[in-house]
């Protein structure tokens, strides 16, 4: 099993910029990839960005560009920063992490960006 637990996120202004943080605990030598996922109101979760044990990232095509995912060399952490934010980056962002066998998800944390 392992747990998810996030936070950093908050009311930001557009143009600013914010830093998520996903703290895993239990088995978390078996994690092979943690992200983050962001669900605005009335839509579909949605991928931000992921990142491998191996280190390879992935971006969604929206934040391209203005975030960076990382991870402590411990492998239990990960952290989002977004820059430039925008209104339409509003909405929960939740930590996932996937194991060979199960996709586990946090809370939340919600993320106001006002114009």
């Known amino acids: 099993q392992v747990q998810l637990v996030e936070s950093g996120g908050g009311l930001v202004q557009a143009g600013g910029s914010l830093r998520l943080s996903c703290v895993a605990s239990?088995?978390?030598?078996?994690?092979?990839?943690m992200g983050w996922y962001r669900q605005a109101p009335g839509k579909e979760r949605e991928l931000v960005a992921t990142?491998?044990?191996?280190?390879?990232?992935r971006y969604s095509d929206a934040v391209k560009g203005r975030s960076s995912i990382s991870r402590n060399s411990a492998g239990n952490t990960a952290y989002l920063q977004l820059s430039s934010l925008k209104p339409e980056d509003t909405g929960v962002y939740y930590c996932?992490?996937?194991?060979?066998?199960?996709?586990?998800w946090g809370q939340g944390t919600q993320v106001t960006v006002s114009s």
């Open positions: 996932h992490a996937r194991t060979r066998l199960r996709n586990y």
């Open positions: 239990g088995a978390t030598e078996r994690i092979i990839t």
């Open positions: 990142n491998t044990t191996g280190g390879s990232t």
